[in-house]
């Protein structure tokens, strides 16, 4: 397996996470324990798991187009 490979999978199981988590908080499900945790408002948390789930996107994106070829 190439190194290209092994980082679209951990990429894909952060962006997998980080919407499950989210799609969960926006569903209404209690997340006080999260906010907690990470000491943050429920908006901020919003906005930051917005950030890496389009982070995650592009470095995704990024890296399956590139070519490795010299």
């Not at 988590?21 to 948390?45: H, N, Q």
Request: no cysteine; proline share 3%; net charge negative.
């Amino acid at each position: 397996m190439t190194s290209k490979m092994i980082a679209l999978r951990v990429l894909d199981g952060t962006i997998v996470v980080v919407t499950g988590i989210l799609i969960l908080s926006v569903a209404g499900l209690p997340m006080d324990w999260l906010a907690d945790l990470i000491d943050m408002s429920s908006r901020e948390f919003r906005g930051f798991a917005m950030f890496v789930v389009f982070s995650a996107l592009w470095l995704m994106h990024a890296i399956a187009t590139s070519d490795s070829a010299p």
